[in-house]
């Protein structure tokens, strides 16, 4: 069942459907760590339900485009852009196609918060780690074809991971220059990261705990 939550309150909602699956604490800690300008055009990598351009908009402007392959999602991610009027391109699309689709050089930025493995046994564990790994190389090269010379991409990854993700960025010419370690108690949970476009060395590092949300009924538009 669809509801609606306020992302940037009387001005950007979502909408969600809990059994397609709603954002969680890592789109939102991703918004806050993007640098961008309003001129700016952004390229979301599997967009889910938008909510990375949907807040992002609302807090930074931008031209924003949303791609993903899930039907459903798109299709609630456009609702809310309609009834936000935002002026936001939500496409059904494979990440891998997005350079084919859009052309070369054809964005300032891209986000994504790509889907990872978190459960399960040790054999399964394994072979979803291996397949989130590959679905990561197909979106970075994706992210490396569409930006222009320059251009950054800002993600989120799992820390346990930072050397598989440190190694994809440097195998699609991706330049890591800003991080921000997001803790859970005494170690790092979550990668903020912004790589550059054929950049080169220079990397800055910060830590910070991560807050939690208050309940839905008690945070109408408190995330700005």
């Excluded at 609302?58 to 809310?80: C, E, P, W």
């Excluded at 807050?211 to 538009?221: F, H, I, L, V």
């Amino acid at each position: 069942m669809e509801r609606f939550e306020w992302l940037i309150d009387g001005r950007v909602g979502i909408l969600q459907d809990p059994a397609l699956g709603c954002f969680n604490e890592d789109s939102i800690a991703l918004v806050h760590f993007l640098r961008m300008h309003p001129t700016d055009r952004v390229l979301d990598l599997g967009t889910g339900n938008g909510v990375l351009c949907l807040y992002a908009q609302g807090l930074y402007g931008g031209s924003f485009t949303g791609v993903d392959t899930n039907a459903a999602q798109i299709a609630l991610a456009q609702k809310s852009a309609q009834r936000n009027g935002q002026p936001i391109a939500f496409s059904v699309l494979r990440a891998e196609d997005a350079p084919q689709t859009f052309g070369h050089g054809a964005f300032d930025r891209v986000v994504m918060n790509p889907p990872y493995f978190t459960s399960g046994d040790a054999g399964r564990r394994a072979e979803a780690r291996h397949a989130d790994e590959r679905l990561l190389t197909d979106w970075c090269r994706a992210a490396f074809l569409v930006l222009n010379n320059g251009g950054t991409l800002t993600l989120c990854y799992p820390a346990d991971r930072l050397a598989a993700l440190f190694r994809t960025l440097d195998e699609n010419r991706l330049a890591p220059k800003r991080m921000e370690l997001l803790l859970s108690g005494q170690r790092a949970r979550l990668v903020l990261l912004e790589a550059k476009k054929l950049g080169g060395d220079g990397l800055t590092v910060t830590v910070r705990p991560q807050k939690r949300r208050p309940p839905a009924s008690d945070r109408m538009g408190t995330l700005a």
